[in-house]
Each structure stands twice: as structure tokens, then as C-alpha cells.
């Protein structure tokens, strides 16, 4: 197995270095960071040796569909810029993909809080997704090359492209529910509030199963503060 990691960045020069020495603790066939028009020096930080940083436009889809053109790795793992992957990361993804039917998976999440509500978050997010086989970003989704390249990679969507990835993915074969952790920053929880966070999340996975555009979703998800 050739691994390729990508990971979409927009002005994350204060974590991008932690997640790249992360990923290559793991051992990757290679790291491939996709700078989304930062106005701070995160490409400059991020360049470092086996790491690839490329330029795209900006959106998160894009990069990672742009980060999948660049890559040469069978597997294709998409990383956030402020997560970090544990260290068995390239085994357990090896482990998952002995079984062909297996076409992709996640890993389950710890945030890097230390409140006991972050614990009941991470628990009831790993939950759902080992119950629906549907994953978020945070989870570092990775997929065989030649799935993601048949089912046309990610949708070019503002918001909600992991959940809309997620789901194709799982008609298309079987989705490996790891048990390791990647470690995922605990921000967004803290800077509206863990209850706020949760009911927004929510209130925007029922709009989008509902049908409301990923487009008015973003607009909506940008106007709450």
C-alpha cells in the first residue's frame, strides 16, 4: 500500500507544522498540503522535507480534490490542518484494506479539550458514525485511488462535501469504522459553546437531509457567531 495524505489548509501557520510532523511519524508514501490562498505564511511553514505543498482555490473540496490530482499514493487519506493522526495510522488503514470488499473508512475522533464535555462529544460522534457509516473531515476519511477516482472525488459543494462523499462512499462498498483516534482541535466547540455547537451541527445535517443547497447552509453556517 501507497499512502497518500492530503491536507487542505487556509491559514493555519500556528498548527500546520504539528500536523505534518504527525503524519510523518506515520510513514506515509507522502504528504501533500493544499494552500487554499493564505494570507499568512502557511505554505512557507508547511514546506519541509516530504512534505508537497501545492496551491488551489479555496474551499475545501476543491483543495482535496486538488491534493487527489497531485497524489501517486493507491490511497488517498484526508487530513484536517489542525488534526493530528495517530502513529499505527498506515498500519491500521493496511489492516482495514486486507479485506477487498472494503473500499474505504475512518478513523473515530478525540478532541484535545480536556472538559468532560468533550468527552461525550467525541463518544456520541463516534457512535453515529460507526452506527450510519457516514463520516466527517475530522475523522481523516481515506479511500482506495481508483474508488475515489469512480465515484469523481469530492463534490464541489461549500459545505457538507464530507457528508456527501461519506454516503456515495458507502454505496460503493464496505466502510472500515477504525478504532484508533486521530487527535482533532476542540476550537469551533469552544469558540461558539459545546451546546451551540451541537444544536448547530445538527440543525444543519436535518437542512441538508431536508434538501436545503450546501450554498445557503454555508451562508447560514458563516452569518452564526
Known sequence: MHLSVIIPALNEESRIVAT?????AVHPFEIIVVDGGSRDRTATVAARPGVHVVS??????????????????????FLHADARLPTSAARDV?????NPRVVGGRFDVRLDGSAPIYRVI?????????????ATGDQAIFVRRRVFDDLGGYASIPLMEDIEFSSRLKRAGRIACLHSRVLASSRRWQ???????????????????????????????????
Open 20 to 24: 505534518v510532523t504527525a503524519a510523518a
Open 56 to 77: 488551489s482555490a479555496r474551499g475545501r473540496a476543491r483543495q482535496m480534490n486538488a491534493g487527489a490530482h497531485t497524489a501517486t499514493g493507491d490511497v488517498l487519506l
Open 94 to 98: 493496511a489492516t482495514a484494506l486486507e
Open 122 to 134: 467525541e463518544t456520541l460522534m463516534n457512535a453515529r458514525s460507526r452506527l450510519t457509516r457516514i
Open 191 to 225: 469558540q461558539r459553546g459545546p451546546g451551540r455547537t451541537i444544536a448547530l451541527m445538527w440543525a444543519l445535517r436535518a437542512l441538508y437531509a431536508a434538501g436545503v443547497s450546501p450554498q445557503r447552509l454555508a451562508r447560514a453556517y458563516a452569518s452564526v457567531r
